[in-house]
DNA sequence: AATGAATGAGAGTTCATTCAT
DNA sequence: TATGAATGAACTCTCATTCAT
């Protein structure tokens, strides 16, 4: 075990002072994991860039894995908590998913680290890696259910259609925000244009058709020489 | 041809006894690295698994690192080509799209080292992990680019849907091969449904949305309560 | 009078109050060292266990070694008194040996940290360990050679009888008292016969020697069986 | 585990130049652990004075407890090993006491390392603590069984009689081996008169009493005297 | 006196890689 | 080619001790 526990030491710090060394360690370690992953990440720099000594970082984390999970926790719940709040007071659904993409794209641009770190805990704590997936797929499902149910949306199955849209974000801001950073207006568009109609083209006025079926070809033509 | 030929990221043995031991390796390197992540695997272990002495490893890899990367190529190339064999001669877009789906599970399911191992390349050689999914997307694109030219796919930014569709069979992989086995049909079912005809409910005829409406809205109630 | 008087080693409380922490802190610097030894015992755990501060520890004691070496020294002076009230007013020497015997055997059951601590003496402290045994000794000598001085017992060389003695006490008690309680009495009936009469056979009566002979085989090959 | 196993290193060397090199870690670890305890010596300094590499430890043994406990095991086997050579061929038992505790005498005198490694052994790994003692017990019972069954000891309990020597031995060894080396003639001339003989004073003679009474009583006050 | 945060030297252990055979 | 011993840098974690409050 660690060195600490009930009355000697604790992992939650009781003065400020240890709140503050506990926050700058939790700053630096987000960082430095995100940059170097687990493995490649070292106690030792994370202690070094938050100025404190090596043993200290074990004041406050049993080990550090603890502090990975922590992580991936708290990133967890701050993208669920900035989700809520951008599509809060919004009616309809459809905006509420352009809302969410966009803030979801919004958060990775800001927490760039993001999918090092979510990504990873799959080798480092499975359980959380498991936890940040579930979280957010239940409250997603829960709100396509809804809309579902009020007829907002088309019916399918809503977990189905949850993981379906997180994967969605998630390639398409892997793609366009952090592999390379591309007019995210244009990919929000082109997001909400497929998941709001899909693939089958619908039995429509063949003219409108044609004439959109033009200008996408060419940027279709642009995007593939872009990229080998 | 390109970059990975080869002779190069490679030492190729000459022997017949050499080709063995290098095959060999290379698959026990397959196992462990699924198995433990690529810091986690050891040499050592791959060596033992493939009843090799510690320094043969050396005689076929250059280092650690070449081994992974040239795992990550290979499953990204098998994958492409079972891809490419199970839609071969099929007419219809969104069958392809069904049975593209259906073989990427299929794939995921007797490869499940697949998402460990591509997904921790993003540390190991960011460069591998790129030419993974740029070449899966640059192949998909240009399908769904050629299908919507032919009036088959609804027109829209072909790179957008690539990655689109890439992400939710990532993701509903992940979730429903990987996570939990699960009744595949429902899943590519319910896939097919929302990538078909997205989630916007068409302007149609009332009797019929309202009778699908009951249907999968018991569906849903049953999902919802089998996953949390 | 000796070099281990209140104020050395040790930092005296003037307090009440400190009194009460430092004699906790004893207490369970006795406990956990006895436990874990002098090098698997932390500090902190001592503290811990006495529901004090990690800095407190250094109020009291300048180090960790001051802490064992005052335990050590203790428990030679408990020990010592216990013993000597044990066999006060004792007159026959044998009876004395008896209840020597017997009382260190108590002592040990009530202070199963007494070898464990006393041991490892030897590699925190050795002027400590060597203490413990030459005070014992010494006084184990005074007292065997009055008694053979008064025809009480055999004459030996005192000094050897009394390491004997002393060691003959020592396995047993760690053999009967700390690995695997038994019986006692029988142990200290055993011990008497041995350190009473020797191995050799008495010059003596044929049949009283047959008889005892047998009935005592008896008892042999059991206890040979009992213990592998 | 180890990184080692089966067909990628192992513990039990196989080339020559393997053997020799355990050897001469295993050497370098007796000589350490001798001086400093199991705690004190640190890997380091054992690899250095083999002229290994540091790591070189860890392809002989899987951590520096299992080094430890098998120079314990090694100990008590050289130990029982030279005590059964050394009563080989002696009829009468008493000489085969004295014999062994010359030989174990000598014993300790060539390998000063024994007690301190044998008595850490019961921190570091209590099951090879009592392996050594029951293992001298248990052949030693059995010597004194067959020997009181045959008359030429008096009939005691056997393994009572083992502890007992085996203390004695012990102690004698510490003070007069150990600590300061004396005339070890005297010591197992005085030994072999207690364990022979025993405490009390035979109903005997009184004259040849007296005689011997004046001489020890002259070694009595030069011991005590010698020892504060 | 008491608290608990801070310190940093030092330990054991791992393992990719090299090398002699 | 194959083997397995050898290497040593690098890592995580511990903990006695100090210090500011």
Redesign the interface.
Known sequence: MN???????RLAPVTARGQRSRLRLLRAAEYVFGQK????ASIAEICRRAGSALGSFYTYFPDKKAAYVELVDSLGSRLRSELATAVEGIDD??DV?RAGLRAFFDFAARHRQL??IV??A??VDPPAF?RY??KL??AY??GL?KA??E???????????A??L???????G??WVL?ETGDLD??VD??M??????????PAKPKL?TA??R???R???A??HA??
Request: zero cysteines; hydrophobic letters at 40%.
């Open positions: 060195q600490h526990s009930p009355s000697v030491g992953g687990f493995e490649g659904r459809l998913e999918y090092r990504r990873q799959e080798f498991h997936y579930r797929a239940a499902s829960t259910a579902m149910d007829g907002e949306l088309r019916v399918l199955d809503p977990e189905i259609a993981y379906s997180m994967g969605m974000a998630d390639f398409l892997m793609r592999w244009h990919v082109g997001a244009d497929f998941l709001t109609g899909g693939l089958s083209v619908p058709a959109a079926k200008t996408t070809k940027i279709t033509k995007s593939l990229h080998r």
